[in-house]
């Protein structure tokens, strides 16, 4: 089991390494309308056949976190939020203890604007990493304790300062969490 954990993480890994690659490729290159079309058509098509093959797989292995994982992250590729969340509560109650996996539920939560479930996933996640897994995790600690602070900060003003003091620990830099500070300590 113990490698299975690690080929996950090294997986998550990759793939949030590629997905930032991406983010920054998306904002910083210019594309005609047809180009980007028949580009998302390619990658629909490939997509669907790329989810067929996830699904087969895991129809003969429910219990393979691997495939469950590629098939969470196309899920997310593709934008569809209701079942990449669903994917990732499958991985999480096969492996409970990997907080990646709660860290992504909050993130497919986060963008199908279900905020409630975001801010109960990010909290799961917090709670999840190990003390030896912090140092790692430090970006992602940030922006969950950053993500709760802001959704705290009308009905809870003070857990939102603890929130956002822990968020500035981990990421003094993030800009936006250090103008969350101020408003919340003025």
């Known amino acids: ?17 590629v997905g930032s690659a991406g983010f920054a490729n998306a904002q910083a290159t210019k594309t005609d309308t047809a180009n980007s079309t028949a580009n998302t058509a390619a990658t629909t098509q490939s997509g669907n056949a790329t989810v067929d093959a996830l699904k087969k ?51 497919a939560y986060q ?16 709670a999840t990493v190990k003390p030896e897994e912090v140092e790692q995790n430090k970006k992602n600690l940030a922006y969950a304790y950053f993500y709760i602070a802001f959704a705290e900060q009308q009905s809870d003003r003070n857990k939102a300062k603890e929130h956002i003091a822990k968020s500035l620990e981990y990421d003094p830099t993030n800009q936006d969490a250090v103008k969350l500070s101020k408003a919340l300590n003025s």
């Open 57 to 107: 797989q895991i129809d003969a292995n429910p219990k393979d976190t691997d495939a469950l994982a590629k098939l969470a992250t196309a899920y997310q590729e593709a934008s569809d939020w209701t079942n990449a969340v669903d994917t990732w509560k499958k991985i999480s109650s096969l492996l409970p203890d990997w907080a990646p996996a709660y860290y992504s539920q909050a993130y």
């Open 111 to 126: 963008s199908a604007k279900d905020d409630a479930n975001a801010k109960i996933a990010y909290e799961k996640y917090i």
């Open 1 to 17: 089991m113990k490698t299975v954990k690690i080929n996950i993480k090294n997986l998550f890994l990759g793939l949030i390494l």
